[in-house]
């Protein structure tokens, strides 16, 4: 039976649950049985063993998890006698029973049941006469491992997890990224690295801070099997919200992954892998959310470690945490000269401009470009993610970029490669299909100017950001103060001057002919106190401005053409009407 028409049978078993259960709950139930069905089925051969192991020790008083791993040949075991097969041949006692079946899983697994709120499902199932009908289906499915491998029943849990999602479109966004956008993004962080994963024996790590349902791990283990499947991409990942960190981490036992590197818990303010660096790095943040709730250890972290911690270049506003995550992975990234690390993260638009000169967010702009760690960012077409329609960034992040991309950035505005979708997925209104995916893939791996592709050197988005002052004037003459002209403060204003400009020659030829009695303030409070020079430095990146194309408006007697024509039209719809 192949992936796909076993993932198309355990889908089937949701309508059983039709009338009973809202449609967006349906994975509450079949998730948690696929992966006990499997998990099952993988402990087959040496269950006999366990049950050996365990009788013989039980009465030791000594931990017995070395034990029975070392007989289960897994991460995980289970000392019950029960399986979904015998539990049927007591149908009084079905429910109890199953609930004992899985409090004897090994700790690591029976989290997952519980993070999953299982015993109240199967006290609902058993309420509305549903609990035998679905163990019966699943007894009957076939997940070994000799016929569905660990990568091809990924593959099912992860089309199961897409369709429950996209089921329950209004809350999907906030823990599910559509496949689409995960594959692209999976594609560029892996580009240019071929060389390193088509290796024999290659070991490398993957990352996600904000895990979810585990779609960025799922994507980035897919992508290196399909390359090499000798290569081995151990994942790690942490997730706050319960349901989906249970997901998660049935996901990767179901692959055979180390449960152990999938953490539960709020990443910047419980850093459960902080002794942790990675190759590669996936993320989708949620966009513009608060950070209030974590703002006192991240404030403390900030000003007892400094760079020494996490968020050493700034903090954000507190109304959006997205930046707060970029430099948590980028904390996380290998020193160069220990091969270095990839970051893809996806971000909205706010991280691009919001925040002028010394803000917390252009000093993090500001430390990410002068050491040169962005090597690129993609514009995406709107209304891609299942709850929310807005423009959204992918940026790449490298410590050992290219000979040909160091000091530069590039900007590829994909925002035009989305195709309408047959049917909406809540905000989801737009696809990138295969051959779109490959296109901007190929277009961001040959680094070469084109109409969507700009590359830029790292210095052309910063600017220094200058005080003009003019003179105070009373009674028609200027105010002096020792011995220097008093300035106005009604009258103070900012010009932003890009830093390959000298500010003395930029305000020669753009200010002076405007204000001649204006002057640069040279006051230590504008000016920037890490280079000592005059003016404050910050960091934007407009985006859609190195994009924007001038369309010239219509002429005067086209205008008037079209308004003659619709006046006609409406005048003769009023004559009908009074006819």
Same mark, same amino acid.
């Given at each position: 039976?192949?992936?796909?028409?076993?993932?198309?049978?355990?889908?089937?078993?949701?309508?059983?649950?039709?009338g009973d259960y809202k449609q967006s709950d349906y994975g509450k139930v079949i998730l948690p049985f696929t992966l006990l069905r499997r998990l099952e089925c993988v402990l087959e051969p040496t269950r006999e063993a366990v049950l050996a192991e365990?009788?013989?020790?039980?009465?030791? #008083?000594?931990?017995?998890?070395?034990?029975?791993?070392?007989?289960?040949?897994?991460?995980?075991?289970?000392?019950?006698?029960?399986?979904?097969?015998?539990?049927?041949?007591?149908?009084?006692?079905?429910?109890?029973?199953?609930?004992?079946?899985?409090?004897?899983?090994?700790?690591?697994?029976?989290?997952?049941?519980?993070?999953?709120?299982?015993?109240?499902?199967?006290?609902?199932?058993?309420?509305?006469?549903?609990?035998?009908?679905?163990?019966?289906?699943?007894?009957?499915?076939?997940?070994?491992?000799?016929?569905?491998?660990?990568?091809?029943?990924?593959?099912?849990?992860?089309?199961?997890?897409?369709?429950?999602?996209?089921?329950?479109? !209004?809350?999907?966004?906030?823990?599910?990224?559509?496949?689409?956008?995960?594959?692209?993004?999976?594609?560029?962080?892996?580009?240019?690295?071929?060389?390193?994963?088509? $290796?024999?024996?290659?070991?490398?790590?993957?990352?996600?801070?904000?895990?979810?349902?585990?779609?960025?791990?799922?994507?980035?283990?897919?992508?290196?099997?399909?390359?090499?499947?000798?290569?081995?991409?151990?994942?790690?990942?942490?997730?706050?919200?319960?349901?989906?960190?249970?997901?998660?981490?049935?996901?990767?036992?179901?692959?055979?992954?180390?449960?152990?590197?999938?953490?539960?818990?709020?990443?910047?303010?419980?850093?459960?892998?902080?002794?942790?660096?990675?190759?590669?790095?996936?993320?989708?943040?949620?966009?513009?959310?608060?950070?209030?709730?974590? !703002? $006192?250890?991240?404030?403390?972290?900030?000003?007892?470690?400094?760079?020494?911690?996490?968020?050493?270049?700034?903090?954000?506003?507190?109304?959006?945490?997205?930046?707060?995550?970029?430099?948590?992975?980028?904390?996380?990234?290998?020193?160069?000269?220990?091969?270095?690390?990839?970051?893809?993260?996806?971000?909205?638009?706010?991280?691009?401009?919001? #925040?002028?000169? #010394?803000?917390?967010?252009?000093?993090?702009?500001?430390?990410?470009? !002068?050491?040169?760690?962005?090597?690129?960012?993609?514009?995406?077409?709107?209304?891609?993610?299942?709850?929310?329609?807005?423009?959204?960034?992918?940026?790449?992040?490298?410590?050992?970029?290219?000979?040909?991309?160091?000091? $530069?950035?590039?900007?590829?505005?994909?925002?035009?490669?989305?195709?309408?979708?047959?049917?909406?997925?809540?905000?989801?209104?737009?696809?990138?299909?295969?051959?779109?995916?490959?296109?901007?893939?190929?277009?961001?791996?040959?680094?070469?100017?084109?109409?969507?592709?700009?590359?830029?050197?790292?210095?052309?988005?910063?600017?220094?950001r200058i005080t003009v002052e003019r003179p105070l004037i009373e009674d028609g003459k200027v105010v002096i103060s020792k011995g220097k002209s008093k300035p106005d403060t009604a009258l103070r204003d900012n010009e932003n001057i890009p830093l390959?400009?000298?500010?003395?020659?930029?305000?020669?030829? !753009?200010?002076?002919?405007?204000?001649?009695?204006?002057?640069?303030?040279?006051?230590?409070?504008?000016?920037?106190?890490?280079?000592?020079?005059?003016?404050?430095?910050?960091?934007?990146i407009p985006f859609n401005r190195h994009f924007y194309e001038y369309t010239p408006p219509r002429s005067l007697s086209e205008i008037d053409t079209e308004l003659d024509s619709i006046t006609k039209e409406i005048l003769g719809l009023l004559n009908?009407?009074?006819?």
């Amino acid at each position: 039976m192949s992936f796909s028409s076993t993932a198309a049978f355990i889908w089937s078993v949701a309508d059983l649950l039709r009338g009973d259960y809202k449609q967006s709950d349906y994975g509450k139930v079949i998730l948690p049985f696929t992966l006990l069905r499997r998990l099952e089925c993988v402990l087959e051969p040496t269950r006999e063993a366990v049950l050996a192991e365990y009788e013989a020790r039980k009465t030791m #008083g000594i931990p017995l998890e070395v034990f029975l791993t070392k007989k289960s040949n897994q991460s995980f075991y289970n000392t019950s006698k029960f399986s979904l097969s015998t539990l049927m041949g007591d149908a009084a006692n079905l429910r109890h029973n199953l609930e004992t079946y899985i409090a004897d899983f090994s700790p690591n697994t029976r989290e997952v049941f519980e993070r999953y709120k299982f015993t109240e499902q199967l006290a609902y199932l058993d309420e509305s006469n549903l609990l035998y009908k679905i163990v019966e289906k699943f007894a009957t499915v076939d997940l070994h491992p000799d016929v569905i491998s660990n990568h091809q029943m990924g593959l099912v849990f992860e089309e199961l997890i897409r369709r429950f999602a996209e089921a329950s479109n !209004e809350t999907a966004g906030e823990h599910f990224t559509p496949r689409d956008i995960v594959r692209l993004t999976t594609s560029l962080l892996f580009i240019g690295d071929d060389s390193i994963l088509t $290796k024999a024996g290659i070991v490398r790590s993957l990352y996600d801070p904000t895990a979810g349902t585990g779609g960025f791990l799922s994507s980035g283990s897919e992508y290196v099997y399909e390359m090499n499947p000798d290569a081995k991409l151990v994942t790690f990942g942490q997730e706050l919200n319960p349901e989906s960190y249970a997901i998660c981490k049935a996901d990767m036992l179901i692959k055979g992954q180390a449960v152990e590197n999938i953490k539960y818990g709020n990443t910047l303010s419980d850093d459960q892998l902080y002794d942790k660096k990675f190759d590669y790095m996936l993320s989708n943040p949620p966009f513009g959310v608060e950070w209030k709730k974590v !703002e $006192k250890e991240v404030k403390k972290e900030h000003l007892e470690k400094g760079f020494g911690g996490r968020f050493g270049p700034g903090l954000p506003r507190v109304s959006d945490g997205s930046l707060l995550f970029l430099l948590h992975l980028i904390s996380k990234m290998r020193p160069k000269e220990e091969g270095g690390s990839r970051i893809g993260i996806i971000l909205n638009g706010s991280p691009l401009f919001t #925040g002028g000169a #010394g803000s917390g967010e252009s000093e993090i702009r500001r430390y990410i470009l !002068e050491n040169d760690l962005l090597e690129g960012i993609v514009a995406m077409p709107t209304d891609m993610f299942f709850n929310t329609g807005i423009a959204t960034y992918i940026w790449i992040l490298s410590n050992h970029k290219a000979p040909e991309r160091k000091g $530069k950035v590039q900007l590829v505005n994909a925002s035009n490669f989305g195709e309408s979708m047959r049917k909406n997925l809540g905000s989801k209104r737009k696809q990138l299909s295969d051959s779109s995916i490959d296109e901007i893939t190929r277009i961001y791996g040959v680094f070469e100017e084109s109409k969507i592709s700009k590359i830029f050197d790292t210095t052309d988005f910063g600017y220094r950001r200058i005080t003009v002052e003019r003179p105070l004037i009373e009674d028609g003459k200027v105010v002096i103060s020792k011995g220097k002209s008093k300035p106005d403060t009604a009258l103070r204003d900012n010009e932003n001057i890009p830093l390959k400009e000298d500010i003395y020659e930029y305000f020669k030829r !753009e200010v002076f002919p405007h204000v001649p009695d204006a002057w640069i303030s040279e006051d230590k409070k504008h000016c920037d106190t890490k280079d000592g020079e005059i003016g404050i430095v910050g960091y934007e990146i407009p985006f859609n401005r190195h994009f924007y194309e001038y369309t010239p408006p219509r002429s005067l007697s086209e205008i008037d053409t079209e308004l003659d024509s619709i006046t006609k039209e409406i005048l003769g719809l009023l004559n009908e009407v009074h006819s």
